[in-house]
């Protein structure tokens, strides 16, 4: 959608669900119409990055330098993020070096029926290996 200034419908309505308690993602951010401006209209609390910037980020500094910048100044908003159209395990890996909490993409999941949702987070979460410990331990 495309909000206008701050009496545009979008615009009311969208702070309107923000007051309710809805959480307002700012969807294909750094490109078209989800630009810096919208977050000064918009209630926005998480920026989805657009796939454009996480592909080859792990193979194109320019990529990764991009995600970057993006993270720190959502940081610096108190807006999380989150990468869009993760496909790879090395895009994954290096926006999770990076700082990216939340992914989405066929690097994790194709898009499934609901009904397959939590058969699938329990195959997913069993193949997550524990965090390691770090250091040694003393007596």
């Known amino acids: 959608m495309i909000a206008g200034d701050a009496d545009d419908v979008i615009v009311r309505n969208v702070t309107q669900l923000s007051n309710l308690g809805c959480q307002i993602d700012l969807d294909d951010f750094g490109t078209g119409h989800a630009s810096i401006s919208t977050l000064r209209r918009l209630p926005v609390s998480r920026l989805k990055i657009d796939r454009s910037f996480v592909s080859k980020a792990d193979l194109d500094n320019e990529q990764q330098k991009m995600?970057?910048?993006?993270?720190?100044?959502?940081?610096?908003?108190?807006?999380?993020?989150?990468?869009?159209?993760?496909?790879?395990?090395?895009?994954?890996?290096?926006?999770?070096?990076?700082?990216?909490?939340?992914?989405?993409?066929?690097?994790?999941?194709?898009?499934?029926?609901?009904?397959?949702?939590?058969?699938?987070?329990?195959?997913?979460?069993?193949?997550?290996?524990?965090?390691?410990?770090?250091?040694?331990?003393?007596?």
Do not use: D
Request: proline fraction near 5%; include cysteine; aromatic fraction near 6%.
């Open 67 to 139: 995600v970057a910048t993006i993270l720190i100044m959502a940081e610096r908003l108190n807006l999380s993020c989150l990468a869009e159209g993760v496909e790879t395990l090395g895009e994954h890996a290096i926006l999770a070096q990076l700082g990216c909490r939340y992914v989405q993409g066929f690097g994790i999941a194709k898009p499934m029926p609901f009904e397959q949702t939590l058969e699938w987070l329990k195959t997913y979460q069993a193949k997550q290996s524990p965090t390691p410990e770090i250091g040694r331990k003393t007596s």
